[in-house]
């Protein structure tokens, strides 16, 4: 591999496009300057011929301590979201359309900050070499950056969550990222609108 930090992630690629392969080259991208901060680079999971992709926008703080995607209190929404709609874990592949975790320190505790444009640019190609391995079913993209990523910047979450969009040999379904149901004033209505939306995502399978 060409290793070449103002090319994004591109150049970090392994020339074995496998899971195992993508993980441990994943590890020391430096495609971004978010690598500089981060814990570690934090890497889907998952089966390798999953039905579903889930992809969210980056690790947030447990998942940078711990280098597992959906560990913290957003994945723990996203757990029982899946139980209740009807979606087997094992059928599942996590991952994030940023690899990394952008935060602003604040004292002792490490704020999300929201990934630029050019950073989940960067971080693309790993998100590409995911989906060519895994070659899901159902790609259900959780929140505005995952679906800057996927569906392009004029996608709009608000309007066209739960709505089956073609992606390459895949369908897409948006809906919120779990943590905008932790933020919402309401958590019991976000909530029975994200289950609506992952429910409409497992009848696309």
Not at 42 to 71: C, I, N, S, T
Not at 95 to 117: E, L
Request: charged share 25%.
């Amino acid at each position: 591999m060409v290793k070449d930090g103002n090319n994004g992630a591109a150049g970090f690629l392994p020339d074995r496009l496998d899971l195992p392969a993508l993980r441990a080259a994943a590890s020391c991208c430096e495609g971004c300057d978010l690598y500089r901060n981060a814990t570690q680079t934090v890497f889907g999971e998952g089966p390798r011929r999953a039905k579903f992709m889930l992809v969210g926008e980056q690790p947030g703080d447990q998942e940078d301590r711990q280098g597992h995607p959906f560990v913290g209190p957003a994945g723990r929404i996203l757990d029982k979201g899946l139980e209740e709609a009807g979606i087997a874990r094992e059928e599942v592949y996590l991952t994030n359309a940023v690899k990394h975790f952008s935060f602003t320190p604040r004292g002792k505790r490490r704020i999300h900050q929201k990934p630029t444009a050019a950073e989940i640019d960067a971080c693309r190609p790993w998100l590409d070499a995911e989906l060519a391995v895994v070659r899901p079913e159902v790609v259900v993209v959780l929140g505005a950056s995952a679906a800057r990523a996927l569906l392009g910047r004029d996608f709009r979450v608000t309007r066209q969550r739960g709505e089956p969009v073609p992606l390459g040999d895949a369908v897409a379904v948006a809906t919120i990222h779990p943590s905008a149901v932790l933020r919402a004033p309401d958590r019991d209505e976000a909530y029975a609108g994200f289950l609506a939306d992952l429910r409409a995502a497992s009848r696309v399978s």
